[in-house]
């Protein structure tokens, strides 16, 4: 299964590495974000093991890695990330139409 970011989830993982590295540091940056793109992996091994989320669309599924909760769809063999947001969002104010299966 090929795996896709979607723009805003490219941006999202920008701002939590910018954020990291500005609060905790370059170690734990890169702990952080070695840590999402293993969850990322796992994802793409079994996504239909995640969580699947209708009640924000049709075909959405979220994962949790530590403090952030990653969205995705899956069209055909080709896995999007969709968003990477901090579990204390509210979800449905920052998932955008655009951004959304279906």
């Not at 840590?35 to 699947?52: F, H, M, T, Y």
């Amino acid at each position: 299964m090929r795996l896709v970011l979607s723009p805003s989830a490219i941006r999202d993982l920008q701002e939590i590495s910018d954020y990291t590295l500005q609060t905790w540091g370059a170690e734990q940056e890169d702990r952080y974000l070695k840590g999402l793109w293993g969850k990322l992996a796992e994802i793409q091994s079994n996504p239909a093991s995640c969580r699947l989320r209708e009640d924000l669309a049709k075909g959405c599924r979220s994962a949790r890695h530590e403090k952030h909760v990653i969205f995705f769809s899956i069209e055909g063999q080709t896995l999007e990330i969709i968003r990477i947001l901090h579990g204390a969002m509210d979800f449905n104010r920052h998932l955008e139409d655009d951004d959304l299966p279906g």
